[in-house]
């Protein structure tokens, strides 16, 4: 019997799983699904036994359960779950021995993130208190809008709006037994819990590296002592740099820290740092590794993961990921800056942790056809133990196709990483799309997109590239576009697609279609107005004018004086890199999509070439997405990412 095909709408019948923690001889896990009937996603905790492959239902009610734990004494299994009246997120414990759910703490705005003590006795956790509450309330009471005033020059931030001014960020720490609060720390600018003392003597905290230089974009951590509630840098002899906490050691004398000296701006590749916590030097520990240490693979399938952390393998050793060359490569490191690769397979792992006393770790991952996964990973053998396929029923039924990784020449004759998904039913002259991801500064990899599938179950095969300006490929690779978007970026795609055409000789080259969104966007914007070899087009969240991005989008002027190396002191030079400048030469139809909450790429951008388009005689549609940001495509609300997907198709039918 022939398999059915993947939909959109397939969605609602397909689990992802992340935030795997290992205990005894359980895996603990976050399983996520779409909700088809309350238009949102549900998250749910299990665990599984190891040898046994038992599955068991922990948590609560609630529609959302992530940032899953268990107590450094091994009783509880914590996380942040929404099971109460106003739906904000709590921190919640269940004993590991018997019992229900509970939640720890009270906060009226929510708990954001916590740490567990060392004993395990206490939970430190952050909060915020609105200061002009009484008076918003007062007016929401009188049903009286209120006046925003804005001064400073991050004042907004997608998916969350315009940022509240009247905050004060708090971190406190609740007893589990006697349930008792106190505040311990107080700031009226943005910080992040990252870490708490064995003796519970001082915090290292995240924040800005000068909150006073709204200019400087860079983060620091910060070490907070506190009796005294001071607080230092312990980044500063990188003045420009911007850091993360990665991993305490166990004896609490070396910290190792993600980060990066700022060289190249936010496209700087992110290194392994070590932290003298006795002699305070701070010493680059993975120099002579050319990769980009994080996740930085797009798909659109995964929910509720945040991929490897760095994490201690004992007192001089410690274990890492990295994107190289469309997969997750795993290091090891040590304190006198050696690197070893021990893992490099042609996966994404997408979440995971080490299991203590071993050199295993209990991991989520992907490939091209796999949806989401449970595993131990063997770091000696390099052996996958896939203990739970959660979509399994699902593909005996359904058929995926297995897309090829290929390389090409790009421009100047760089080696260019692809791929190419065929159509599920392969025939001579299908239609072929060049899709375009985002960033730039991201990768197609080894994991599935839901989304390709189901274009190459309509019968369309679809073509994805990593350009140049993505990352994966090293430092001059990403760094590469920088000040020259829309050159040698367009000539890879551009030859990327002969490639492709070449190799396949059974698409038809008079149905060969582009689309993308954000950078993918920009592009697509950029290609309509410089060739018509392709029959039409689809741009999403897109730009179109980096004059007005400078001054609109949440991260406007810092990403294009970093990523364009201009200001508005060079407007004649941001108007020759927008593709607003070139639409009088389009003639190819073009569909814009976009969702009005966008503050990364804001609507207007979308607004400006539809008018352009219109003014031009070149055949176009403006699709708007209410209730929806930048991330639309890969969290969006369900219904909107079903009809965001009819869309395209229609469109392309159309031509």
Known sequence: MDKATVTTESLFDLKSLGQPVAHGNRIFYIETIPNKEENGYHSYIYSIDRTTKERRRWGDAGTSQ?????????????????ANKDKKMQVMIMPLDGGSAYALTEEKNGVSTYRWAENGATVYYQTYEKNEEEKDSDLKEKKMPNTTEIDKLTYKLDGMGMLPKDLTYQIKKIGVASRDVATLLEDTESVRLNYVAHDESYLLIAGELDSADEWNYGGTVYYYDVASKEKRSLTISVPKGSFSFAAMSKNEDYL???????????VTLSRIYGYDMKTHELKCLTADLDAEISDVMVADFQQNVYGLPIEWLNETEFLFPATQHGKTQLYKGNCDGETKLVFDQRVHLTDGHLIAGSETLAVTYSTLTKTSELAVLDLVSGELDVLYKPNAAFFKEHAVVEPEMFWYKGADDWDIQGWYVPPVAEKANHPAILYIHGGPQVCYGESYF???????????????????????????FVASILGDYGNKDFADLMLGTDYVLE?????????VYVMGGSYGGFMTNWIVGHTDRFRAAISQRSISNWISFYGTSDVGAFFVEFQLKRDLSDVDGLWRMSPLAHAAHAKTPILLMHSEQDLRCPMEQAEQFYVAMKKHGVDTKLITFPQSNHGLSREGLPNLRVKRADAIFEWLEKY
Request: aromatic share 10%; net charge negative; no cysteine.
């Open 503 to 511: 190799q396949h000789p059974e698409i038809d080259k008079d149905r």
């Open 66 to 82: 992530v940032l899953l734990t268990i107590s450094p004494n091994g009783k509880y299994l914590s996380y942040l779950g929404n």
């Open 256 to 266: 190792l820290l993600n980060g990066n000296d700022f060289e190249y701006a936010f």
């Open 450 to 476: 839901h989304e390709m599938q189901v274009l190459a179950a309509r019968g369309y095969g679809v073509i994805m590239l990593n350009p140049r300006g993505g990352n994966g490929y090293g430092q001059d």
